[in-house]
């Protein structure tokens, strides 16, 4: 199973066990994975399912290519929890990897925000490139769950939305903050045995201003050291999201 | 002092109190970062040592500048061990991306590793390039040490030097293996108390081989999983020494 391709729809694709598949999708197919009629590939609906699937001749429209499914597959690679990371822009196209790395890693949403240390708005295709590498990376490290890419916010929207009174879940909140000694993000982590929601705050190359931080902490972040060395932006996020999403993994799977 | 520049120099350049410079040194004092005689920036000698040093004309040939060491600086954001990372040779250029996020992250010594699902065998050059991103990163991370990369070995020769009666020091060793059940290594990394080197090993884009991951544990190396999702050849270094790092700050500088 885990050899065979693995391709991403949405839900809205699915009627009655067979997949209406995009001309993008069925070039894919047929020229990219060479994949031919009587073929098996996985699809993902990007909210938690994979089925089993057959590359089969459209009947209606014969030169087309569907698929049908054939069989539901019981897989679970997703964290237990619901992973936010909101992170300042860097520089140039380095929220590419950001995106790609935060996927590998298990996060839920991706909130892009600037700050007033970043302060260049991404244009809307740079939104749609985002999502577009999400849904690559999540077929590629087998997560049944695509992230969201948020269109970006400033900051202080984005932190408005994790106020207490306005959630319907609980968050545990987290800011990253360089050259401190606020307490270290794994013991912190390893502190919390409650499995909640966790979202996460990541800065620019420049670090959050101050008045930034503050903001953070009266909206009830707390903020958390990745350690002693300074990390760049894109590298941060990874740090931090690494140490959750393992920490998450010894919960539901205690050896201890 | 954080808004300092940085110059990673080798111990051999200082005489006396004096650094002297290289011509690239020079250049890259003077034009990239555009600092004048009598401005100040911080020499690190790449083995543990930063001193305050200040820009002036070298007294034997007038064109020449060099700088004269003011001040050791006392600071300390390395590792507590010795951290060594062996990793196969992702494809293309990455292994770039993986010298400069290790080194971000800590590590000591890097082995670039071929394995029988990485063939290719770098050139010398390829070396030099990955010294000087370890020296760039080393300097913008504020650590003290320069990471040292070996010169590519065969997969059996890298972990032959770890072989228990050879080692001078206590060597915690790890391999990461995707798609299994094997412990996870923040796990293991939590349950060992004790402040050992550590040495990790990871694998290929495609995975070790069956005969590979015996080999190692044949060496004394506990295989480990780095959680269910499926990390590309960039990610996984990062992943594994991102957890090193944090639990070993947490055992340096314990809040409990």
């Known amino acids: 199973m885990a050899d065979l391709q693995r391709l991403a729809i949405t839900p809205q694709q ?9 001309v993008e999708q069925q070039h894919y197919l047929g020229r990219v994975l060479r994949l031919g009629v009587g073929d098996k590939f996985i ?5 938690g399912k994979w089925w089993l699937a057959k590359l089969t001749p459209d009947i ?9 499914l054939e069989q539901e597959i019981s897989i679970q690679n997703e964290l237990p929890i619901e992973l936010t990371l909101i992170s300042a822009l860097p520089k ?4 590419d990897q950001v995106v790609r790395q935060s996927t590998e890693l298990g996060v839920t949403y991706i909130l892009p925000v600037t700050s007033s240390r970043t302060l260049l708005k991404p244009s809307l295709q740079k939104l749609k490139r985002w999502q577009k590498i999400a849904t690559e990376a999540a077929e590629q490290s087998e997560r049944q769950v695509v992230p969201k890419i948020r269109e970006t916010l400033e900051y ?10 306005i959630l319907s879940t609980n968050y545990h909140k987290y800011i990253c903050i360089a050259r401190n000694n606020y307490p270290l993000l794994l013991e912190s ?6 499995l909640e929601s966790i979202v996460i705050a990541i800065g620019p190359e420049g670090g959050w201003t101050n008045e930034e931080i503050e903001r953070a902490i009266a909206t009830g ?3 958390v050291s ?5 990390l760049r932006g894109v590298t941060a996020p990874l740090v931090a999201l690494s140490l959750v999403a393992a920490v998450l993994e010894i919960q539901r799977f205690p050896l201890l």
Chains 1, 2 share one sequence.
């Open 14 to 22: 699915i009627y009655r066990q067979q997949v209406f598949l995009t």
């Open 43 to 47: 699809v993902m609906d990007g909210e």
């Open 60 to 68: 209606s429209i014969k030169t087309e290519l569907t698929a049908i």
């Open 92 to 95: 140039g196209n380095n929220f």
């Open 156 to 165: 202080s929207a984005a932190l408005s939305l994790f106020e207490n009174q």
């Open 189 to 194: 982590l390893l502190h919390n045995q409650k």
């Open 221 to 223: 972040f707390q903020a």
């Open 226 to 230: 990745l350690g002693k060395r300074i």
